[in-house]
């Protein structure tokens, strides 16, 4: 830096003296020159200094963080150029694109939106595209507020497949739904109101249907007690929420069989009038009389069993709020969601809930669902030609660890080859780490075929574990003699602090034996057609909506005497609304040229 102030002074005497001695009048002829040699020292010092050879070892950390800024690639260990156009490419995604989708052939995906078979990651060095396997399992650990939402509508708007989306609000659904509904049906289930009116529900989950079957039954019993949060895989809570699976799946089926409701369920967990549970699975044929046992044991007075009646009332909390519970309890006229019909078409389910802590009461239903969209998709995927769901689902699932708390550690694991794609979203490693334990949060890093950091990230293990996992190389270096023995250094890859200080939407992506690469994520709102269709969607909603008539009668016995209307302008009509404005008709620029 002080060789270029140096050399910035002496440029700027030079042409001070040259001035001088020709006259102010080559101040024009000289500014063009003096200026590109200027602009040329400065380019050539800032390279030598900041993002050249020598700036790899004295500063790296900036060296690399300006080199990502300016699409170029961070250095040695990182995905060169060549690797980009083999592993990285179209070409590559056309190959690899039969395991995601058996049944579409390769002439097919050659003139096929590779999108159909593939995931566009964003734009590496040099503005290289690149591309991923559909199949991979994929973790993104970001910061709030760093774009991982719009990665995700991004992700949710190309997908050919039906697509379950959870989030905390209804920016995605906002963003997404009017393309997705060009695929298929687009159905809300935001129980909480979260958003407004406007997105409110448009389907029922009817919780108990299809219970009959004790293998449907039990599953959602786990389901809504393992959605219990119970801070690790250890310790007494999770003990007693393994007691509590089996009764509670067994008045789940009691519930089913007796044409109850979930209220129904709920008392029998609290002992009000859960005498009739075993007369109704001793004399229905249909019943899993296996079960009476589990019924008997939480009946009986004691610690034990207090303690299991305790955990399966905390499963069904929610059922005590009147929205959650009205959002399962099928009313006249109500639309019910079918989960089988969803797993077979390429609609989208927004599951919406309001963000309240690991120990929100909407997680055990909003697993439950889950679950059972999961359950079905995995039947009809096994009875597909391939063996699994063709084209596959997407499981968006933000803030996985507080609203959803679905098995990620088990899913990760198999759920590819039964065609269901997931895409969990976190803060953190010890994120994961609460919900799942330490053996459970190290599966879903294990698992995850893609991994996606963002910038921001301030959990000091997850960083150094992202730095060793992209290991270390050796840099010489600069003006060294070349028979010293100490003029090779060895450096990490990746940095701790540089994963802390990436660039805005620029993330660090580490694919299964793949060299890292720093990827430029694309943000649904930058796409043209979501901006045509919000602007649609603006456009149609907009305009004056009518206010409801007042009566000016009723109005004036709210008020007091001395700001009463009088009667004779009571008297009159109500007020009328104001005639409608005039349609917004769009208007294009002037063209080039003209005024």
């Known amino acids: 830096m002080i060789r270029l102030v140096l050399i910035l002074v002496a440029l700027a005497a030079a042409t001070f003296a040259i001035i001088r001695m020709l006259g102010h009048h080559s101040l024009i002829l000289l500014a063009l020159p003096v200026a590109g040699i200027v602009a040329l020292v400065v380019a050539v010092q800032f390279w030598r200094h900041t993002i050249g050879r020598r700036a790899r070892i004295a500063n790296r950390t900036r060296c690399l963080r300006w ?73 993104m650990l970001a910061p709030p507020r760093a774009g991982k939402t719009g990665y995700l509508c991004d992700r949710i708007i190309d997908h050919p497949g039906a697509v379950l989306a959870t989030s905390t609000r209804a920016d995605a659904l906002k963003l997404t739904i009017a393309l997705r509904r060009q695929l298929g049906p687009a159905e809300v289930f935001n129980p909480q109101g979260v958003g407004g009116p406007e997105v409110r529900s448009t389907v029922c989950f009817d919780l108990l249907s299809g219970c009959e079957d004790p293998a449907l039954a039990m599953m959602l019993g786990q389901a809504l007690s393992g959605g219990v949060h119970t801070s690790g895989e250890g310790g007494d809570m999770a003990w007693w929420r393994g007691k509590a699976e089996d009764p509670l799946a067994a008045l789940l089926h009691a519930a089913a069989l007796a044409g109850a409701t979930i209220e129904d369920v709920y008392a029998w967990t609290n002992r009000l009038g859960d005498d009739q549970v075993p007369a109704v699975l001793t004399r229905d044929p249909r019943a899993a009389k296996v079960w009476l046992s589990a019924i008997a044991e939480i009946r009986r007075q004691g610690k034990t069993p207090g303690s299991i009646r305790s955990t399966m009332s905390k499963a069904l909390s929610w059922v005590a709020l009147p929205g959650l519970r009205d959002a399962v309890v099928p009313r006249t006229g109500a639309r019910i969601f079918d989960p089988a019909a969803f ?32 359950w079905e998709g995995t039947l009809i995927g096994s009875r597909m030609p391939s063996g699994k769901l063709d ?38 490693i010890a994120q994961l780490e609460g919900r799942w334990g330490t053996q459970g949060a190290q599966a879903v890093w294990d698992t995850s075929g893609c991994k996606l950091l963002l910038g921001g990230l301030s959990d000091a293990d997850t960083l150094e574990r992202v730095s060793q996992l992209c290991g270390e190389i050796e840099l010489r270096r600069s003006g060294h003699d070349s028979r010293d023995l100490n003029r090779y250094v060895r450096v990490r890859v990746v940095p701790p602090e540089l994963l802390r200080m990436l660039p805005d939407f620029r993330a660090l992506v580490v694919r299964t034996n793949r060299y890292p690469a720093a990827i430029h994520l694309r943000m649904a709102w930058k796409r043209r057609d979501v901006r045509r269709s919000v602007s649609s969607a603006a456009r149609s909603m907009g305009g004056w909506q009518p206010l409801p008539v007042l009566d000016l009668a009723e109005l004036s016995s709210a008020v007091p005497d001395d700001l009463a209307v009088p009667d004779d302008l009571a008297a009159t009509a109500p007020l009328s609304a104001p005639p409608a404005s005039p349609p917004f008709i769009w208007k294009p620029r002037n063209p080039k040229g003209t005024r």
Do not use: K, N
């Not at 995905?79 to 390769?106: C, F, K, N, Q």
């Not at 609203?403 to 953190?428: E, K, N, T, Y």
């Open 67 to 139: 080199r990502i800024w300016l699409r170029l690639r961070p250095g040695p260990g990182w995905a060169s150029h060549l690797e980009l156009i083999v592993r990285w490419s179209r070409l590559r995604a056309v190959l690899t694109g039969a395991r995601s989708r058996p049944s579409m052939p390769g002439w097919r995906r050659l003139v096929t939106p590779a999108t159909q078979y593939a995931v566009r990651l964003g734009r590496a060095q040099w503005f290289r595209r690149a591309w991923g396997r559909m199949e991979d399992q994929t973790l």
């Open 343 to 374: 797993a077979a078409s390429t609609g989208t389910l927004y599951m919406i809930a309001a963000e309240s802590g690991e120990t929100s009461p909407v997680a055990p239903l909003f697993r439950a669902l889950a679950e059972r969209i999961v």
């Open 391 to 428: 084209p596959p689902m997407l499981l968006a699932l933000d803030e996985v660890t507080q609203i959803c708390p679905v098995p990620l550690p088990q899913w990760l694991a198999d759920s590819a080859g039964r065609g269901i794609v997931i895409i969990a979203v976190a803060h953190g």
